[in-house]
C-alpha cells in the first residue's frame, strides 16, 4: 500500500511539474527538495531548460542540489552543450550552486564567450566559483576578452567576476586600459575602480570611466 501511494505521490508531482499555472509548479519543486528522490532528476534538468518564470527556475535549481551529485552532476554536464540556451544558462547556474570543481573543464572559452549574453553572465560567474587554485591567471585572460561587450547588466556581471578573483586581475585590466577601443578601456577602468573601492557604485564607476577616456586619459594619472 504504501509503496502504491508514493508511486501515485510521485506521479501527481511530475504533473505538477509541468502544470500551467507557477504556483503549483513551484509548490512541485519544493516538495521534490524537500523529499529528494532519484526518479524526479531527470525530469527537474528537463524542466530547468523550459521553464519560463526565474523564481520557478530557481526553486528547480535548489531541488538539484538537494539530490546527489553523482546523479545531478551529468545530467547538467551534458544540458551545458545544449543548442537550447535556457537549458545552458540553468544548467550552469545550477552547477555554480552545487559548487563541485569537477564540472570545472565544461567552462570553456567558447562558453565564456557565448553569444547569448544571459549564457555568457552564467558561465561567468560560474567559472568563478569552480576555477580550480592556480587557474585564476587563465580564466582572467579569457575573461578580459569580454570587457566592453553588452550592455550595463552585462558589464556588471563581467566586472562583478572579475573582482571576485581579486588581485590576480590588475596586469590583465592594466593592459586592456591601454587598447584603442574605449568601450573596453571604459569598463577596464570601472572594474579597476570597483576592485579599489567595492562600494562604488558601477553606474558612477563607468560614467567616470568613460569621461576619462573621452579626455583622452588612461586613469593611471597621478
Request: glycine share 6%.
Amino acid at each position: 500500500m504504501t509503496t502504491t501511494r508514493q508511486g501515485t505521490d510521485a506521479v501527481r508531482t511530475l504533473h505538477g511539474l509541468e502544470d500551467e499555472r507557477s504556483s503549483v509548479r513551484l509548490r512541485a519543486a519544493l516538495a521534490v527538495g524537500t523529499t529528494p528522490d532519484p526518479r524526479f532528476v531527470g525530469k527537474l534538468v528537463e524542466r530547468c531548460a523550459i521553464e519560463p518564470e526565474f523564481f520557478v527556475r530557481d526553486m528547480l535549481t535548489w531541488a538539484l542540489t538537494r539530490h546527489p551529485v553523482s546523479l545531478t552532476l551529468p545530467a547538467l554536464l551534458q544540458e551545458v552543450a545544449s543548442d537550447n540556451a535556457r537549458a545552458r544558462s540553468q544548467a550552469l547556474h545550477t552547477l555554480s550552486k552545487i559548487g563541485d570543481r569537477r564540472a570545472w573543464p565544461v567552462i570553456t572559452r567558447a562558453l565564456l564567450s557565448d553569444a547569448d549574453d544571459d549564457v555568457a553572465r552564467t558561465a561567468w560567474r560560474t567559472a568563478v566559483v569552480l576555477v580550480p587554485d592556480g587557474a585564476e591567471s587563465a580564466l582572467v585572460d579569457v575573461l578580459v576578452t569580454q570587457l566592453g561587450r553588452g550592455g550595463r547588466e552585462t558589464q556588471l556581471s563581467l566586472s562583478r567576476a572579475l573582482v571576485e578573483l581579486g588581485e590576480v586581475i590588475v596586469p590583465a585590466l592594466l593592459a586592456a586600459t591601454k587598447v584603442s577601443d574605449p568601450s573596453v578601456r571604459a569598463h577596464a577602468l570601472a572594474t579597476q575602480r570597483l576592485l579599489r573601492d567595492p562600494d562604488t557604485g558601477f553606474e558612477f564607476a563607468i560614467e567616470e570611466a568613460k569621461r576619462v577616456v573621452a579626455l583622452g586619459g588612461s586613469g593611471q594619472e597621478g
